[in-house]
């Protein structure tokens, strides 16, 4: 009984946890960033929804934020991020750097 | 052509780092080239295969496959190479002294091979995969096979050509220091896989980040910059790394120190069995 209720709390808590990260949205359409810039809070944790809408593979990535990951052809990626402190921070998409640029403002 | 050429160049540049490393490190043994050669066969293969399921490996595990995938393969990397280097660290010098007499290639005895097999497998799959990706969506954006073609062939032999630079570069290290300095280089080469598998459990939520930035020294050096990635893929430079990613790199560095230290034994006074010397031929 105890268990299943140390079970019931982790399982809440960590559901609690996932729905308080806010989340942001991302498309990638003919190599470039939908939105190119994107406000977030500073100072917490949120998750980066990429959609990529282009049937050809893209990579996001950046070097100041420390990320990088691939998003398959019409697939859909979730990025954790954060806390960052307030500023601006590049992202691009590694497969067409030319057109692929944008960037975060934590606010 | 030359766009992705310098994307195939940049991946390429990266792995053949980690293989020249090796193959300086794995200096006069006997049968080396076809172990580096396996691991770059397979490492190929490997790419190829993992580009193809980069959706479902995406997809996997609620979605940080990716990440769980490429942490995981960089956790196997760096216990291969602190297997390894271990295991130099123990019979480096009676290699050295052998080489040194006879002048000549010496078996490998027992010495972990395989070990360094996997690690340029890994190396080559890890880029490699990105590279199929890209050129996957480069032809199916409507490129010619001429400019595919060409920016491999760029890609490929610039980045190799670095790659040699720095093998015969090692090369001119003295005998004497040869293989602590290629064993020092796998034990930071290895520091800096486990701060990047950190990196990918971060991305992933699965870590805490202890803190994002736990200095920015990009106005230093940039890790955008030739130098900086270089430095990245070498000895895991990171312009702004969470305290993580330091953790990791010095946990992984000190282990690794302490049982080259520990293990090592002092080199030629090593107890163990010690390397059975045959001439080549």
Same mark, same amino acid.
């Given at each position: 009984?105890?268990?299943?209720?140390?079970?019931? /709390?982790?399982?809440?808590?960590?559901?609690?946890?996932?729905?308080? /990260? !806010?989340?942001?949205?991302? /498309?990638?359409?003919?190599?470039?960033?939908? !939105?190119? #810039?994107?406000?977030?809070?500073?100072?917490?944790?949120?998750?980066?929804?990429?959609?990529?809408?282009?049937?050809?593979?893209?990579?996001? #990535?950046?070097? #100041?934020?420390?990320?990088? *990951?691939?998003?398959?052809?019409?697939?859909?990626?979730?990025?954790?991020?954060? !806390?960052? #402190?307030?500023?601006?921070?590049?992202?691009?998409?590694?497969?067409?750097?030319?057109?692929?640029?944008?960037?975060?403002?934590? *606010? | 052509?030359?766009?992705?050429?310098?994307?195939?160049?940049?991946?390429?540049?990266?792995?053949?780092?980690?293989?020249? =490393?090796?193959?300086?490190?794995?200096?006069?043994?006997?049968?080396?080239?076809?172990?580096?050669?396996?691991?770059?066969?397979?490492?190929?293969?490997?790419?190829?295969?993992?580009?193809?399921?980069?959706?479902?490996?995406?997809?996997?595990?609620?979605?940080?496959?990716?990440?769980?995938?490429?942490?995981?393969?960089?956790?196997?990397?760096?216990?291969?190479?602190?297997?390894?280097? =271990?295991?130099?660290?123990?019979?480096?010098?009676?290699?050295?002294?052998?080489?040194?007499?006879?002048?000549?290639?010496?078996?490998?005895?027992?010495?972990?091979?395989?070990?360094?097999?996997? %690690?340029?497998?890994?190396? =080559?799959?890890?880029?490699?995969?990105? %590279?199929?990706?890209?050129?996957?969506?480069?032809?199916?954006?409507?490129?010619?096979?001429?400019?595919?073609?060409?920016?491999?062939? =760029?890609?490929?032999?610039?980045?190799?050509? %670095?790659? @040699?630079?720095?093998?015969?570069?090692?090369?001119?290290?003295? &005998?004497?220091?040869?293989?602590?300095?290629?064993?020092?280089?796998?034990?930071?080469?290895?520091?800096?896989?486990?701060?990047?598998?950190?990196?990918?459990?971060?991305?992933?939520?699965?870590?805490?980040?202890?803190?994002?930035?736990?200095?920015?020294?990009?106005?230093?050096?940039?890790?955008?910059?030739?130098?900086?990635?270089?430095?990245?893929?070498?000895?895991?430079?990171?312009?702004?790394?969470?305290?993580?990613?330091? @953790?990791?790199?010095?946990?992984?560095?000190?282990?690794?120190?302490?049982?080259?230290? &520990?293990?090592?034994?002092?080199?030629?006074?090593?107890?163990?069995?010690?390397?059975?010397?045959?001439?080549?031929?």
């Amino acid at each position: 009984m105890l268990r299943r209720i140390v079970f019931a /709390v982790i399982a809440m808590s960590a559901l609690a946890a996932q729905a308080a /990260v !806010p989340e942001f949205h991302l /498309v990638v359409q003919d190599h470039k960033f939908q !939105p190119t #810039e994107i406000q977030v809070p500073a100072g917490q944790k949120f998750k980066l929804i990429v959609e990529n809408k282009d049937a050809s593979p893209e990579e996001f #990535e950046s070097a #100041e934020l420390n990320r990088e *990951k691939v998003v398959v052809g019409n697939g859909t990626i979730d990025i954790y991020l954060g !806390p960052l #402190e307030p500023g601006k921070y590049g992202f691009f998409g590694d497969f067409h750097q030319d057109t692929a640029q944008g960037f975060l403002i934590a *606010k | 052509m030359l766009g992705s050429g310098l994307l195939v160049f940049r991946e390429v540049l990266e792995a053949a780092l980690i293989v020249s =490393i090796v193959a300086a490190a794995t200096r006069g043994v006997v049968g080396r080239g076809r172990w580096i050669g396996a691991g770059i066969g397979a490492g190929v293969l490997g790419a190829i295969i993992v580009a193809c399921f980069a959706g479902v490996i995406a997809q996997a595990v609620s979605g940080i496959g990716q990440e769980l995938f490429n942490a995981s393969v960089l956790l196997a990397a760096v216990l291969m190479i602190a297997w390894h280097a =271990i295991w130099m660290a123990s019979h480096g010098r009676e290699l050295a002294i052998e080489m040194k007499s006879v002048g000549a290639q010496v078996t490998g005895g027992n010495r972990p091979l395989s070990a360094l097999l996997i %690690v340029v497998a890994i190396a =080559i799959l890890r880029e490699g995969s990105e %590279v199929v990706l890209f050129l996957y969506g480069q032809s199916a954006g409507g490129s010619s096979a001429v400019d595919l073609v060409g920016g491999i062939c =760029i890609g490929v032999i610039g980045g190799s050509a %670095v790659g @040699l630079a720095l093998y015969f570069g090692l090369l001119r290290i003295p &005998m004497r220091y040869f293989f602590s300095a290629t064993n020092w280089l796998l034990l930071l080469l290895a520091a800096g896989l486990a701060s990047q598998a950190a990196s990918f459990l971060i991305q992933a939520d699965i870590l805490p980040a202890l803190g994002n930035r736990i200095w920015d020294s990009s106005f230093l050096l940039s890790d955008t910059s030739w130098i900086g990635k270089a430095l990245h893929t070498l000895i895991g430079y990171e312009a702004h790394p969470a305290g993580t990613q330091i @953790l990791f790199y010095l946990v992984t560095a000190a282990l690794i120190a302490l049982g080259m230290r &520990m293990l090592g034994g002092g080199g030629g006074k090593s107890p163990q069995r010690p390397v059975t010397a045959h001439l080549a031929h």
